[in-house]
């Protein structure tokens, strides 16, 4: 039985195949066709952030953490805040809205 099908499923194909063949136009043999095609085409999308990119994102928000995990146990180890815990605290919020800001700002503007 499975020979049976697989041997009309072949002649269905066959049949297919040289009716395509038989009723379809021929190819153009212009040499500037495939050019002409080629650029009627939409551009291929590129993305948005390159593999330099995304490594120096990673790696900043790696620092950010880790600064974010100092600033956390200086103030829970000090008893009162000092000037310079708070300008840790910050530089730390200045540069996070910065990464976030250089992350975000390329996908909005491509939206």
Do not use: C, H
Not at 22 to 28: A, S
Not at 76 to 96: D, F, P, Q
């Amino acid at each position: 039985m499975d020979y049976i099908m697989n041997k009309n499923a072949d002649n269905i194909d066959d049949t297919i195949r040289n009716l395509l063949k038989r009723d379809l136009p021929k190819e153009r043999k212009d040499e500037w066709f495939v050019k002409k095609v080629m650029n009627r085409l939409p551009e291929k999308r590129k993305p948005t952030f390159s593999r330099p990119e995304l490594i120096s994102f990673v790696l900043s928000t790696l620092i950010l953490l880790s600064g974010w995990l100092w600033l956390w146990n200086q103030f829970n180890s000090e008893e009162m805040l000092t000037y310079s815990s708070l300008a840790m605290g910050v530089t730390l919020i200045v540069m996070t809205f910065g990464l976030l800001s250089a992350i975000a700002y390329p996908i909005l503007r491509r939206g």
